[in-house]
């Protein structure tokens, strides 16, 4: 099995067969225990809620057992990078943590989210890579700066299992929040969603654009399938005759390492960029979908979300 860093390290036959194999043991038609006998590491480096539960009780279900590491917390504080003199407050490097681990375990899941502090640095997903490095086993990206691959297959199982396979006209929304968020769920549902053929629009204000090389490869994936990509910064039009409305904010590249001149300018913006009755009535009836955890009334309101019409990956 290969390392699980991003969608497009895939093939959309090996996703689709992904998708196939989930759908066939949630339905109890596969009961198959691949992971027998087999431990799997998790390894936090941040909070999680869905991510965590689910795998651990994936791999439970699977017959195997997870083994979860918090560096800093219930392991070692963690130093990723080469050529470092640790005399700071890391007490242990990546390469030994990894090549010890590995020796225990079939896998290994890493969950490190954005700081926001230096764009540059951190589209390049150190910390993930670093694992990715040292590792004989295949790494698992449960949420880096740049990707949420396996959010993003939840999605597309999502909106196969609401709406049936095919292309379908999907819409991916910024939506105002309090302060800025890490990119990996949008980049990686845009992404996604350009690999399984979709007809995808994406709407986002001004000065809130997504990584230039990942719109490049967005569009070149979805050239391939027979899909389609559009932007716009005009949040009411967006909204017009897609299928799926999928809201989520993120922080602008430009920001970082200043969030509050991103808080500041994202301040007028509040009142537009909501998911609210009136632009879900301009939909083909769409599902709204979120990754979740979602602040109602902000990202959007009560009754969009309390009307049955909502959509978890």
């Given at each position: 099995?290969?390392?699980?860093?991003?969608?497009?390290?895939?093939?959309?036959?090996?996703?689709?067969?992904?998708?196939?194999?989930?759908?066939?043991?949630?339905?109890?038609?596969?009961?198959?225990?691949?992971?027998?006998?087999?431990?799997?590491?998790?390894?936090?480096?941040?909070?999680?809620?869905?991510?965590?539960?689910?795998?651990?009780?994936?791999?439970?279900?699977?017959?195997?057992?997870?083994?979860?590491?918090?560096?800093?917390?219930?392991?070692w504080t963690?130093?990723?990078?080469?050529?470092?003199?640790?005399?700071?407050?890391?007490?242990?490097?990546?390469?030994?943590?990894?090549?010890?681990?590995?020796?225990?375990?079939?896998?290994?899941?890493?969950?490190?989210?954005?700081?926001?502090?230096?764009?540059?640095?951190?589209?390049?997903?150190?910390?993930?890579?670093?694992?990715?490095?040292?590792?004989?086993?295949?790494?698992?990206?449960?949420?880096?700066?740049?990707?949420?691959?396996?959010?993003?297959?939840?999605?597309?199982?999502?909106?196969?299992?609401?709406?049936?396979?095919?292309?379908?006209?999907?819409?991916?929304?910024?939506?105002?929040?309090?302060?800025?968020?890490?990119?990996?769920?949008?980049?990686?549902?845009?992404?996604?969603?350009?690999?399984?053929?979709?007809?995808?629009?994406?709407?986002?204000?001004?000065?809130?654009?997504?990584?230039?090389?990942?719109?490049?490869?967005?569009?070149?994936?979805?050239?391939?399938?027979?899909?389609?990509v559009e932007?716009?910064?005009?949040?009411?039009?967006?909204?017009?005759?897609?299928?799926?409305?999928?809201?989520?904010?993120?922080?602008?590249?430009?920001?970082?390492?200043?969030?509050?001149?991103?808080?500041e300018y994202?301040?007028?913006?509040?009142?537009?960029?909501?998911?609210?009755?009136?632009?879900?009535?301009?939909?083909?009836?769409?599902?709204?979908?979120?990754?979740?955890?979602?602040?109602?009334?902000?990202?959007?309101?009560?009754?969009?979300?309390?009307?049955?019409?909502?959509?978890?990956?």
């Open positions: 099995m290969d390392n699980f860093l991003k969608t497009s390290d895939h093939s959309i036959d090996q996703l689709n067969d992904l998708i196939d194999s989930a759908v066939k043991i949630k339905s109890g038609e596969v009961k198959d225990r691949p992971l027998d006998g087999k431990s799997i590491a998790l390894v936090f480096f941040n909070p999680s809620l869905r991510t965590r539960a689910s795998m651990q009780v994936g791999i439970y279900e699977l017959g195997g057992n997870a083994v979860i590491l918090e560096p800093g917390g219930t392991s963690l130093e990723h990078r080469d050529g470092v003199v640790m005399d700071g407050n890391k007490t242990e490097h990546l390469a030994e943590f990894v090549r010890v681990l590995e020796r225990y375990v079939s896998a290994i899941g890493v969950r490190t989210f954005a700081e926001l502090k230096d764009w540059e640095t951190e589209r390049t997903d150190p910390i993930l890579n670093a694992f990715a490095k040292y590792a004989t086993v295949p790494i698992i990206n449960l949420e880096s700066a740049m990707h949420h691959p396996c959010q993003s297959m939840a999605d597309m199982m999502t909106i196969r299992e609401k709406l049936g396979s095919g292309k379908k006209k999907v819409l991916l929304t910024w939506a105002w929040h309090p302060k800025p968020l890490p990119m990996a769920v949008p980049n990686s549902f845009a992404l996604s969603a350009a690999q399984f053929g979709h007809d995808l629009r994406i709407a986002h204000p001004a000065g809130y654009e997504l990584d230039e090389e990942l719109v490049s490869e967005i569009q070149q994936h979805s050239v391939a399938t027979g899909g389609s932007f716009t910064n005009d949040v009411q039009a967006a909204f017009d005759e897609v299928e799926i409305v999928y809201a989520k904010s993120w922080g602008g590249k430009q920001f970082y390492g200043d969030t509050d001149r991103d808080i994202r301040a007028d913006l509040r009142n537009d960029w909501i998911v609210d009755e009136a632009k879900m009535a301009r939909t083909r009836d769409a599902k709204f979908m979120h990754c979740l955890p979602v602040r109602r009334n902000v990202i959007v309101t009560d009754g969009v979300i309390d009307s049955g019409e909502f959509g978890c990956g």
